[in-house]
């Protein structure tokens, strides 16, 4: 500890003496190397599986979304992507864009969010990097032993499609935030420390053909794997999740349906499983639909004309 002391006391410009701060305060338990190395020495045991997600202000936050949140959103959207792929994340690289008018506490804040996500998620900090940029701008690189290597291909005719919690959280969360909700509310918690899944995946990851996660929208995820499996998947509307906060918040079950197919930032993962191994799955799923064959997503057997995710800016 002494020795990064003085590497901190003999830092030669702001950025250097910031990242020295920070890797103090993280500490040894959740720093896998030494600061001031040009680069992290990791020993994979197998292959890895890789990760990076950007956020950058305007498109993926704005003057709402606290700055601890946006620290804990972008490491969450890696680790989420990583858990898509069949795999645990263990640890992460972050790179962050810094604003020279930027306060050292809004740096520490927005840190104070990536920590705190690290913590939850058992992840190790192997390094980082801080520059100066126009925007302010994070990027997350997570990584994780293989796995499986699950991918979004592999839904077969006649597999049951699922989801592994409720959809449509966050996107009500967000809109709730814009409508001046406080930061307390359960939807709004929901989109600024969303969850992922963080189940045993021993329990689902054999019993799983195809995976992805949410953060693009449950009807989006279900398109891209109906394209790269070749096959349709129709969902059925009577067995979409629809949690009791959010149907209260639109009114009804039918905006709150459209709702959960549309909205973003979940990070729950959403795939599909072969009939004859669907009551092997023991971590608790919902059944969303079937594969069919065909192309496309349907809603109650008829193409949907639902659109998308997008970014709220």
Known sequence: ????????????????????????SLGRSGLAGDIGDDAAVIRPSGRMAVSIDSYSDGVHFNR???????????????????????????????SMGLPRKVSEEKFFALYGGIKKACKKWSLKVEGGDLVASRNLYISVCAMGP?????????????DILFITSYPGLSAAGLELLKAGGSVKDFLVKK??????????????????????????????????????????????SA???????????????????????????????????????????????????????GKGVFLDGNRTDYKGFRHFS
Do not use: W
């Open 1 to 24: 500890m002494r020795k990064q002391k003085e590497r901190l006391k003999g830092a030669s410009n702001r950025e250097e003496r910031l990242l020295n701060k920070l890797f103090l």
């Open 64 to 94: 709402l979304v606290p700055d601890d949140s946006i620290g804990y959103r972008t490491v969450t959207g890696a680790v989420s992507d990583i858990s898509a792929m069949g795999s645990a994340a263990e640890s992460v690289l972050i």
């Open 146 to 158: 293989a796995g499986r290597a699950l991918r979004r291909s592999g839904a077969k005719k006649g």
């Open 191 to 236: 989109f600024l420390y969303p969850d992922i899944f963080s189940g045993d995946g021993k329990k689902l990851f054999p019993f799983v053909s195809s995976l992805m996660d949410s953060s693009d929208g449950l009807l989006d995820s279900c398109r891209s794997m109906a394209f790269q499996s070749g096959v349709a998947l129709n969902i059925d």
């Open 239 to 293: 067995l979409v999740p629809l949690k009791k906060e959010l149907v209260a918040f639109c009114g009804g079950r039918e905006k709150a349906l459209r709702m959960a197919l549309e909205g973003g930032e979940d990070y729950y993962l959403v795939g599909t499983s072969p009939r004859e191994k669907f009551a092997k799955i023991k971590v608790p799923v919902f059944t969303l639909g079937t594969a069919l064959e």
